[in-house]
T-cell receptor, first 114, second 112 residues
Framework: DVKVTQSSRYLVKRTGEKVFLECVQD?????MFWYRQDPGLGLRLIYF???????EKGDIPEGYSVSREKKERFSLILESASTNQTSMYLC?????????????FGPGTRLTVL | RKEVEQDPGPFNVPEGATVAFNCTYS??????FFWYRQDCRKEPKLLMS???SGNEDGRFTAQLNRASQYISLLIRDSKLSDSATYLC?????????????FGIGTKLQVIP
């Protein structure tokens, strides 16, 4: 059974803190994605990675960075958390570029920044 | 025009009803499309792909209208378990790479 796991289901942080969200997949997928999901705005792509150590900006990369040191792990970093980054964060992986292959999602991390 | 547009609903329908959702897109170069289903407080999961010739899977039918740039999802004989949010997904080029854009989703509530 395919699996994408995220390090936390719920996280509460303070403004200005550095936040790490971890995502691990066990399907040997090349491509991994980070999205945030907000009411009325849907899923928006923050960053994606098509290979180890490779990354591409998505639609809303400002305030975020990512790291992909190993194929199975894709980390999202909030260098200095702000209240407008309170959201549901979803990680996904796909065998090839997301346009032609199913994306498998993790359960999500609900982040609250106070 | 937004890249992908969906009516957020909610669509409240009785059990057994037939319901249809549309999703319009602006990038006419898109070749393949998808419908994902997201249950409350859960992650999205692929429901079905949308091919040029349409696609049918049991009670679900997905169709593509390239001329008018929309895709549709038809659900026949609605069940309570069909209650969920249905996300339209359109692949698009981003520089040298292909990514997908999700619609905001259409919420369906099937009522007993």
């Amino acid at each position: 059974d395919v699996k994408v796991t995220q390090s936390s289901r719920y996280l509460v942080k303070r403004t200005g803190e550095k936040v790490f969200l971890e995502c691990v997949q066990d399907m040997d997928h090349e491509n991994m994605f980070w999205y945030r999901q907000d009411p009325g705005l849907g899923l928006r792509l923050i960053y994606f990675s098509y290979d180890v150590k490779m990354k591409e900006k998505g639609d809303i990369p400002e305030g975020y960075s990512v790291s992909r040191e190993k194929k199975e792990r894709f980390s999202l970093i909030l260098e200095s958390a702000s209240t407008n980054q309170t959201s549901m964060y979803l990680c996904a992986s796909a065998a090839r570029a997301g346009g032609s292959n199913e994306q498998f999602f993790g359960p999500g991390t609900r982040l609250t920044v106070l | 025009r937004k890249e992908v547009e969906q009516d957020p609903g909610p669509f409240n329908v009785p059990e057994g009803a037939t319901v249809a959702f549309n999703c319009t897109y602006s990038n006419s170069a898109s070749q393949s499309f998808f419908w994902y289903r997201q249950d409350c407080r859960k992650e999205p999961k692929l429901l079905m792909s949308v091919y040029s010739s349409g696609n049918e899977d049991g009670r679900f039918t997905a169709q593509l209208n390239r001329a008018s740039q929309y895709i549709s999802l038809l659900i026949r004989d609605s069940k309570l378990s069909d209650s969920a949010t249905y996300l339209c997904v359109v692949p698009q080029r981003s520089g040298g790479y292909q990514k997908v854009t999700f619609g905001i989703g259409t919420k369906l509530q099937v009522i007993p």
